[in-house]
């Protein structure tokens, strides 16, 4: 299976600051990558669709000033939570997609959990 | 969207006992997909189910696509068992992953 690795795996910041969270693929390019958030005992909730030259699709209710997507590489997309309060705590993970496509098998970074104080 | 629905919510079970978990969806699909998610957080491919049966080990799956539902069946089970159960969907002419609530599992030894 495919390996998708996430940087920082976790991360402590006070309230107002940016933090960067890395997604990359490792065994394969991949022109689309899909970022999630997940609240305790809760599922994963899509956040965004990443595409590799072209601006993020982001879901209904998510604010994308908030929430920058940048796929800079085809192995590697950032999530930049931007004036991080603590509601946006949550664990946050990507997939990438088998050959690049969705309906194929997807991958599932190990995760990045922030605490926002 | 596409709802899915997972069942039981929980599930406790003594280690060695068998299980399955029912993963209803309400449209059609082309990508079915289970997943474990260990206590770290880190979601493990189980199958890629779309249709049909597959095993692996301790573990099967089956999807039947017409009915819009999936089994995950879990044999001889053991704590290392222990987790969170998730079925995902991607909706057929689409290309988003929307996940189940999920069903929580405690194996005890």
Same mark, same amino acid.
Request: glycine share 8%; hydrophobic share 35%.
């Given at each position: 299976?495919?390996?998708?690795?996430?940087?920082?795996?976790?991360?402590?910041?006070?309230?107002?600051?940016?933090?960067?969270?890395?997604?990359?693929?490792?065994?394969?390019?991949?022109?689309?990558?899909?970022?999630?958030?997940?609240?305790?005992?809760?599922?994963?909730?899509?956040?965004?669709?990443?595409?590799?030259?072209?601006?993020?699709?982001?879901?209904?209710?998510?604010?994308?000033?908030?929430?920058?997507?940048?796929?800079?590489?085809? /192995?590697?997309? /950032?999530? /930049?939570?931007?004036?991080?309060?603590?509601?946006?705590?949550?664990?946050?993970?990507?997939?990438?997609?088998?050959?690049?496509?969705?309906?194929? /098998?997807?991958?599932?970074?190990?995760?990045?959990?922030?605490?926002?104080? | 969207?596409?709802?899915?629905?997972?069942?039981?919510?929980?599930?406790?079970?003594?280690?060695?006992?068998?299980?399955?978990?029912?993963?209803?969806?309400?449209?059609?699909?082309?990508?079915?997909?289970?997943?474990?998610?260990?206590?770290? =957080?880190?979601?493990?491919?189980?199958?890629?189910?779309?249709?049909?049966? *597959?095993?692996? =080990?301790?573990?099967?799956?089956?999807?039947?696509?017409?009915?819009?539902?999936?089994?995950?069946?879990?044999?001889?089970?053991?704590?290392?068992?222990?987790?969170?159960?998730?079925?995902?969907?991607? *909706?057929?002419?689409?290309? *988003?992953?929307?996940?189940?609530? =999920?069903?929580?599992?405690?194996?005890?030894?």
């Amino acid at each position: 299976g495919a390996v998708v690795s996430q940087h920082p795996s976790r991360v402590i910041c006070k309230s107002g600051t940016s933090v960067k969270i890395e997604c990359r693929s490792l065994d394969f390019q991949a022109t689309t990558m899909f970022w999630y958030r997940q609240f305790p005992k809760q599922s994963l909730m899509l956040m965004a669709t990443s595409n590799e030259g072209s601006k993020a699709t982001y879901e209904q209710g998510v604010e994308k000033d908030k929430f920058l997507i940048n796929h800079a590489s085809l /192995t590697l997309s /950032t999530l /930049t939570v931007t004036s991080a309060h603590p509601e946006d705590s949550s664990f946050y993970i990507c997939s990438v997609p088998e050959g690049g496509d969705p309906t194929d /098998t997807q991958y599932f970074g190990p995760g990045t959990r922030l605490t926002v104080l | 969207g596409i709802q899915v629905e997972q069942s039981p919510p929980d599930l406790i079970l003594q280690e060695g006992a068998n299980s399955t978990l029912r993963c209803n969806f309400s449209d059609s699909v082309n990508n079915l997909q289970w997943f474990h998610q260990n206590p770290w =957080g880190q979601l493990i491919n189980l199958f890629y189910i779309p249709s049909g049966t *597959k095993q692996n =080990g301790r573990l099967s799956a089956t999807t039947v696509a017409t009915e819009r539902y999936s089994l995950l069946y879990i044999s001889s089970s053991q704590t290392t068992d222990s987790g969170v159960y998730f079925c995902a969907v991607v *909706k057929a002419a689409g290309n *988003k992953l929307t996940f189940g609530g =999920g069903t929580r599992v405690l194996v005890k030894p």
